[in-house]
């Protein structure tokens, strides 16, 4: 396709169990960020790949989060030993350029964690 | 720090009504500044942006005019339309590259 895609839509999680998201961005794309988006609120960012490296991580909220792109174009966020507090839409938008002044985004992932 | 402050939702306005949201910020230097629209059960959109003080951004009859005076980012519209029920973000690009958005505006237009 020609957006950004990603995967799945829709996920429930058991608390204390691992989930891997992921994110197919617009072929060529070099920037690939994360965003996570409570209900009601903005999306906040987690964590910025350009090409396969990962440049800012800042935004994760613990050691229970990671991310990846190993290659340079698909990009997994994993959570481990998922808390209801993560609950919440995470985003997957990808950039053209190296200056990230427009992104593409997905439409999110919901994670819904019981 | 760098953040956005958008005006609380949601918004209720009749067909062709006025619209204003408004959006401040706060930042070191003049960043980028945009305006993003996610319509429902879609990923957000880029719906205009300014890059510098004084500059307006405009596209589908939306515009917004950078002010430095005021940290200022205001959306408008002349006359709404029902299509334009969505939920809009205001955002700066920060010095490390990564956008920051408000916490979002929802817009209901009834027709």
């Known amino acids: 396709g020609a957006g950004v895609s990603q995967s799945p839509r829709y996920k429930v999680a058991k608390r204390g169990q691992d989930v891997a998201l992921r994110c197919d961005p617009i072929?060529?794309?070099?920037?690939l960020f994360w965003y996570q988006q409570a209900l009601g609120q903005g999306p906040e960012f987690l964590t910025y790949?350009?090409?396969?490296?990962?440049?800012?991580k800042s935004g994760l909220p613990s050691d229970r989060f990671f991310a990846e792109r190993p290659e340079g174009s698909v990009s997994t966020l994993k959570i481990q030993r998922t808390q209801q507090e993560d609950s919440a839409v995470y985003l997957c938008?990808?950039?053209?350029?190296?200056?990230?002044?427009?992104?593409?985004f997905g439409s999110g992932t919901q994670l819904s964690v019981l | 720090g760098n953040s956005v402050t958008q005006m609380e939702g949601p918004v209720t306005l009749s067909e062709e009504a006025f619209l204003t949201i408004n959006c401040t910020y706060t930042?070191?230097?003049?960043?980028?500044l945009f305006w993003y629209v996610q319509y429902p059960g879609e990923g957000l959109q880029l719906l205009l942006k300014?890059?510098?003080?004084?500059d307006k951004g405009s596209n589908k009859g939306f515009e917004a005019t950078y002010r430095k005076e005021t940290t200022s980012f205001h959306l408008e519209k002349g006359s709404v339309q029902v299509s334009d029920s969505a939920v809009y973000f205001c955002?700066?690009?920060?010095?490390?590259?990564?956008?920051?958005f408000g916490q979002g505006t929802e817009l209901s237009v009834k027709p």
């Open positions: 938008a990808s950039s053209p350029r190296l200056v990230n002044e427009k992104l593409f």
């Open positions: 072929s060529g794309h070099v920037s």
């Open positions: 790949f350009q090409n396969e490296a990962q440049l800012d």
């Open positions: 930042a070191t230097g003049y960043p980028s």
């Open positions: 300014a890059t510098k003080a004084d």
């Open positions: 955002a700066q690009l920060n010095q490390g590259g990564k956008l920051i």
